[in-house]
C-alpha cells in the first residue's frame, strides 16, 4: 500500500479525492498523497540545495588543489598531473551516467542520494588516510649529494591507495549529484503555472549554492591545505559531509517523492527504447521511429518511438557544447599553474593560494546568478514576452561566446606572463615569481564563471526538460557527461601534444618550466575548437523542435 520514505514511489490502495492541495504524481515519505501547502516547492528546493552546497565544498575541497598535491607530495611532472586530474575530471564527470541509470531504474532517487552519499564519505575517510600515511613517512627518495636536497615521495603503494581513494570519490558523486539536482527539481509542480515558472528559477539558484559551497571550500580549505596540512585539509570534507548526510535524511518530512518512475511497473524505459531501436533498424531517420514496428498490442508503443526519438534529437546538441567543456576544464589545472609562477603578494607579508583564484569563478557566478534572476530576466521577459526572458537555446549560446572569449583572453595573458620571464631573465628559473601581478589572471576567471551563468545553468534545464519524464536524472547525467568528455579530451589533447611538441630535446607546450612552455598556443588551439563547436552549435539549435513545457 504504502512507500518507504525511499520508495520514489507505489500508490495507495485507496487515494483520497483530488483536491486542489494534493499535488498529482507525488506522494509524502510515508506514502499518502503529498500536500501542496505542506512540501515541496521552496521549502524542500532549498533544503535539498543546502546539501549540494555541501557536497560542492567536499569536492572543491579537495578537488581544486590536487594539481599542487601530485606535483608536490606525489612528485608528478606538470604534464603527468594535468594528464592525471583531466582523466580524474572526466571519470568524474561521466560517472553520473551509471548513477543516474541506477536512479532512474533500480533503487529511486532518494535511495540513490543515500547510498552514493554512504559511499562519498568512505572515500573522503580514505583519501584523508592515504595523506596521513603520506605524511607519516615514504620509501622513495632521491638524493643529489646533499643531504638538505634529499626529496621524498610517498611509495607506489601509498600512491595507489591515494588515486583509488580519489576514484571512488568520483564515482560516489557520479550518484550524487544527478539524483539530487533532479529530485530537487522534482518539488516543482510542473502541471501548475506557479511552481513551473519557479522551476526555471531554481536551476539559477541551485548554481549559486554549489557556488557558495566552492567559495567556501577555496576560500577556508585550501589555505588549510597550503599553509597547515593536508590531513586537515581533506578531513574537514569528510566530517561535512557525514554532517550534511544527516540533515539532509530529517528533511525528509517536506519532501515529494515522485510517483511517475512506477507508472509503469514492469516496463523498464530503456527496454522500451531499446526494443523501438531493433524495431526500426531496417529503416533510416528520426522519422522512422514514429511507425516503430512493435507489436500493436503493446501499449508503449507510440509513446515510446516518440521518446526515443527526443533522445535522439538531444545527440547534436550534446556533441557541439564539447567544445565548451574542454575550455572548462582548464580553469582548475593549468590556470592553477600560471597563478603559481606570479606575484601573488596581498600586501607584505600574506600571499594567497594558487587555487584561490576559482573564487574569481565562483563569486562572479553568485553575483551574476542574482543579476540574471532578479534583473536580466525581467527586463528580458518585457521584451521576448516569455517567461524566462531568453530561450534556453539563446542562453546556452550566450554561454559558449563567453567561453570562447575567456580563452582567448587567456593566450593573451599567458603571452605577456612569457614575455615578462624572458625580459627579467626568469625563463630558466622556474621557481622564481614572476614580476606580474596574479590579478592578470581575474578576467579570465571571471569571464570563464559568467559563461557557467548561461551555459551551465542553461544545459541543465535543457537536458532536464527535455528527455523522458521517468529518466529525469539521466538527463542531468547527459549534461554533466559534456563535461567529462571534455576533461578526458582535455587530457589526451594535453599528452598527444606534449608528446609532439617535446621531440628532439624540445621543452614542449607543457614543459615543468612554465617558463619555457606554450600554453598560448594551446589555449589558442581551445580558441580555434570552440569557434568550430558553436558553428555546429547554432545550426543544431536553429533545426531542433522542444518538446513539452520546455517550449519556453
Same mark, same amino acid.
Given at each position: ?13 485507496? @487515494? ?71 582523466? #580524474? ?105 506557479? @511552481? ?63 510517483? @511517475? ?9 530503456? +527496454? ?141 595573458? @599567458? ?78 589533447? +594535453? ?28 589555449? #589558442? ?12 552549435? +547554432? ?14
Amino acid at each position: 500500500m504504502a512507500i518507504t520514505v525511499a520508495g520514489e514511489a507505489t500508490t495507495t490502495a485507496a @487515494e483520497p479525492p483530488p483536491s486542489n492541495d494534493v499535488v498529482p504524481g507525488y506522494v509524502d515519505f510515508k506514502g499518502r498523497p503529498s500536500i501542496r501547502s505542506k512540501s515541496g516547492f521552496w521549502k524542500s528546493a532549498f533544503f535539498i540545495a543546502g546539501f549540494e552546497m555541501a557536497e560542492r565544498f567536499c569536492y572543491y575541497g579537495i578537488s581544486s588543489n590536487l594539481v599542487n598535491y601530485l606535483t608536490g607530495e606525489l612528485g608528478q611532472s606538470t604534464a603527468a598531473a594535468a594528464a592525471n586530474l583531466n582523466a #580524474w575530471y572526466g571519470t568524474a564527470a561521466l560517472s553520473p551516467i551509471v548513477g543516474a541509470l541506477v536512479a532512474d531504474t533500480l533503487l529511486g532517487r532518494f535511495r540513490t542520494i543515500v547510498f552514493s552519499s554512504l559511499l562519498y564519505i568512505l572515500g573522503l575517510g580514505f583519501l584523508t588516510l592515504s595523506s596521513l600515511l603520506n605524511s607519516m613517512g615514504s620509501t622513495s627518495c632521491n638524493n643529489d649529494g646533499n643531504d638538505s636536497n634529499t626529496l621524498c615521495y610517498p611509495s607506489q603503494i601509498q600512491t595507489i591507495f591515494f588515486f583509488f581513494s580519489m576514484y571512488l570519490v568520483a564515482f560516489a558523486q557520479g550518484g550524487h549529484k544527478p539524483s539530487l539536482q533532479a529530485f530537487g527539481a522534482d518539488q516543482f509542480d510542473v502541471e501548475d503555472d506557479g @511552481e513551473n515558472a519557479a522551476k526555471s528559477s531554481f536551476f539559477n539558484w541551485w548554481f549559486w549554492f554549489s557556488c557558495l559551497g566552492i567559495v567556501l571550500a577555496l576560500s577556508v580549505v585550501n589555505y588549510i591545505e597550503e599553509n597547515l596540512s593536508w590531513v586537515v585539509g581533506f578531513g574537514i570534507p569528510s566530517v561535512v559531509m557525514l554532517v550534511s548526510l544527516i540533515l539532509f535524511c530529517t528533511g525528509s518530512l517536506v519532501y515529494r517523492f515522485s510517483t @511517475e518512475s512506477m507508472r509503469r511497473k514492469g516496463r523498464h524505459p530503456f +527496454v522500451r527504447k531499446f526494443r523501438v531501436f531493433l524495431k526500426q533498424r531496417e529503416t533510416s531517420g528520426l522519422e522512422s521511429l514514429d511507425t516503430a514496428l512493435l507489436p500493436p498490442s503493446e501499449p508503449d508503443n507510440v509513446e515510446g518511438a516518440k521518446e526515443a526519438k527526443a533522445m535522439l534529437r538531444l545527440v547534436p546538441i550534446w556533441c557541439t557544447s564539447l567544445g565548451y567543456s574542454v575550455v572548462y576544464a582548464q580553469p582548475s589545472t593549468l590556470f592553477t599553474k600560471q597563478a603559481v609562477t606570479m606575484d601573488r603578494r596581498i600586501g607584505p607579508s600574506f600571499e594567497i593560494p594558487a587555487a584561490s583564484l576559482m573564487l574569481c569563478i565562483s563569486l562572479s557566478i553568485m553575483l551574476f546568478v542574482s543579476i540574471y534572476d532578479r534583473v536580466f530576466v525581467p527586463i528580458a521577459r518585457s521584451i521576448t514576452k516569455k517567461a524566462s526572458g531568453i530561450t534556453v537555446f539563446q542562453r546556452i549560446g550566450v554561454g559558449l561566446v563567453l567561453s570562447l572569449l575567456s580563452i582567448a583572453i587567456a593566450a593573451v595573458v @599567458e603571452a605577456r606572463r612569457l614575455r615578462t620571464a624572458r625580459e627579467h631573465g626568469l625563463a630558466d628559473q622556474p621557481d622564481a615569481v614572476i614580476p606580474m601581478s596574479v590579478w592578470w589572471l581575474a578576467p579570465q576567471y571571471t569571464l570563464s564563471g559568467i559563461s557557467d551563468v548561461f551555459g551551465m545553468v542553461g544545459l541543465q534545464e535543457f537536458f532536464y526538460d527535455q528527455v523522458p519524464s521517468e529518466l529525469k536524472s539521466t538527463g542531468l547525467a547527459l549534461y554533466l557527461s559534456i563535461l567529462g568528455v571534455g576533461s578526458l579530451a582535455s587530457s589526451l589533447l +594535453v599528452s598527444v601534444i606534449q608528446k609532439a611538441t617535446s621531440g628532439d630535446g624540445g621543452a614542449g607546450w607543457f614543459s615543468d618550466n612554465l617558463n619555457r612552455a606554450h600554453l598560448d598556443y594551446f589555449y #589558442w588551439l581551445l580558441a580555434g575548437i570552440s569557434a568550430l563547436s558553436l558553428v555546429g552549435y +547554432v545550426y543544431s539549435a536553429k533545426y531542433y523542435v522542444y518538446s513539452g513545457r520546455a517550449a519556453h
